[in-house]
């Protein structure tokens, strides 16, 4: 049985998690500078090719468009790490939330694979070859987090899963003060429907995020510009944002599951073999 001492054990593991993400030290305030010179040393050309493929985005919080993940190949992946079949999203509500962690977690490790190769292949061709790079792992973590949200149960297909998603997108790379309005406005989107349109008034969605988002490996992709030696760097990068986002989504994703479970009483057993 999923108790409710486990269920309480869980969540305060994840906000201890949320607190310990709260902290920005010195160094990376400096590692995020090199965004900056990047982006004046950038040709003009690629930044408008980086900011048209950005705008394709700016879409997915209005509709979601060519972004949107299909719940079948999840529920089909769900099968393949449990043996459970999975038909549609509300059977994931008498699931343990300890299996759909693991699950996230497998989940990680297979997009972690792709966008460690998505980094290798773009950075052969240095700074031309990262006006491709970043739209791409933008995609990836998109992708990423919607499948998490379906594994816990949750449609992206709704305009208010996919404003916590950019939220979840975003508190992956915030600092001190982004991370706690984040997780305020995180708990607005869970606990009331009025609130949660005022976040996507507030959010502007897609531009805050992207600016933040890649601001923050802004240093990374800055030795990425090397042809060559950027294979290196460009896999390192979107590995470690990768895992840190699946990290965030799944731990964002658990909370707000054992919260609805723990308010409901609604604690599913266990199945035995």
């Known amino acids: 049985m999923e108790s409710k ?3 309480l054990n869980e969540l305060k593991q994840i906000e201890k998690w949320e607190k310990d993400q709260k902290g920005l030290w010195f ?3 400096i590692t995020r500078l090199p965004f900056k010179l990047l982006d004046k040393v950038t040709p003009k050309f690629i ?5 048209t493929l950005l705008d394709e985005i700016g879409g997915y919080i209005q509709n979601g468009g060519q972004y949107l993940s299909k719940e079948e190949s999840v529920f089909q992946f769900y099968e393949k790490q449990t043996g459970r079949m999975i038909h549609e999203l509300a059977d994931f509500k008498t699931i343990p939330v300890e299996e759909m962690k693991n699950v996230s977690l497998e989940l990680a490790n297979k997009r972690k694979s792709a966008a460690t190769l998505q980094g290798a292949s773009t950075g052969i061709g240095g700074i031309f070859t990262l006006a491709i790079d970043i739209p791409a792992i933008l995609a990836i973590s998109l992708k990423t987090l919607q499948e998490i949200a379906i594994i816990h149960g949750y449609d992206p297909k709704d305009k208010e899963e996919r404003v916590f998603i950019l939220k979840c997108l975003q508190f992956s790379t915030s ?4 991370k706690e309005a984040i997780l305020n406005d995180l708990a607005a989107i869970s606990d009331d429907k009025m609130k949660s349109r005022e976040v996507i008034s507030q959010i502007q969605g897609w531009r805050e995020v ?3 988002f890649t601001e923050s490996f802004g240093w990374k992709k800055l030795f990425q510009m090397v042809p060559i030696a950027g294979i290196i760097f460009g896999a390192f990068a979107n590995r470690s944002m990768i895992n840190d986002l699946a990290e965030t989504g799944t731990m964002l994703y658990q909370k707000r599951r054992i919260v609805e479970r723990l308010k409901s009483n609604t604690i599913p ?4 073999e």
Do not use: A
Request: hydrophobic letters at 25%; aromatic letters at 14%.
């Open 5 to 7: 001492e486990y269920l």
């Open 27 to 29: 160094w990376e305030r």
């Open 47 to 51: 930044q408008n090719k980086i900011g």
């Open 175 to 178: 600092d001190y003060v982004g």
């Open 210 to 212: 992207t600016l933040t």
């Open 269 to 272: 057993t266990i199945e035995s």
